[in-house]
């Protein structure tokens, strides 16, 4: 089983930028993928960003591309989600996720869910 918790959300103005962490525990030993889905009200569940907890190629939703980053910190078995010129449609609740293997962008692939963190962006 792996534990994963995010923290870092809040409400910000469009423009800000803002940084979310996902701290992963349990059997975090081995290659697994961590990544980053956010959910709108009235929206489904939407894949953001994906890595693999060893790093290498991030993978990225076109709606975030070139403004959010994601990156791992093995020493600390986090995941990062930098997110700059953040834009009200980018409110949504974000969830980190797990899984082992490879990363894929669908969310009932992932087997380990944090509890989410809200963002919010006003304009």
């Known amino acids: 089983q792996v534990q994963l918790v995010e923290s870092g959300g809040g409400l910000v103005q469009a423009g800000d930028s803002l940084r979310l962490s996902c701290a992963a525990s349990g059997r975090t030993a081995g290659h697994y993928v961590m990544g980053w889905f956010r959910q709108a009200p009235g929206k489904e569940r939407e894949f953001i960003a994906a890595i693999s907890r060893y790093g290498g190629t991030a993978y990225y939703a076109d709606s975030v591309k070139g403004r959010f980053t994601i990156s791992t910190d093995n020493d600390k078995n986090t995941v990062s989600l930098e997110m700059n010129s953040l834009k009200p449609e980018d409110t949504a609740v974000y969830y980190c996720?797990?899984?082992?293997?490879?990363?894929?962008?669908?969310?009932?692939?992932?087997?380990?869910w944090g509890q989410g963190t809200q963002v919010t962006v006003s304009s």
């Open positions: 996720a797990a899984r082992w293997g490879t990363v894929v962008r669908t969310s009932s692939e992932y087997d380990y």
